[in-house]
């Protein structure tokens, strides 16, 4: 349970009976699982929430290529070393703005040598 062993599991209930009266204990308990419930209800949610959109992602791609349209462009697709490069609807890198310009190089100033 929990990845517990007997051990563990006895000196955890030890140092809770320290901390919590016992007259409090079924209280307490009580209000331990509630937070574990609500902690697996959000984390399922989640999940159920990241499942449907693997699914849409999945239709999206299986109609673009029933329809015989290019598969939606994703960094894999592109084959773009770039995944910062944004992708229009068209699946053609959208236009970016201009880098800015690199500062002029320096020359080199030969030192003399100390003797």
Do not use: S
């Amino acid at each position: 349970m929990f990845g517990l062993d007997f051990g563990e599991f006895l000196i955890l209930f030890i140092v809770v009976l320290v901390f919590v009266n016992p007259k409090d204990l079924p209280k307490f308990i009580y209000q331990v699982g509630k937070i574990y419930g609500q902690l697996m209800e959000a984390y399922h949610a989640m999940t159920r929430q990241l499942n449907q959109l693997g699914e849409q992602a999945r239709l999206e791609i299986e109609r673009a290529k029933w329809e015989g349209d290019k598969t939606p462009p994703t960094p894999l697709t592109t084959g773009k070393e770039d995944p910062r490069e944004e992708i229009g609807p068209t699946g053609e890198p959208v236009a970016q703005t201009p880098a800015k310009t690199a500062a002029p190089k320096k020359r080199a100033v030969k030192r003399k040598k100390k003797r």
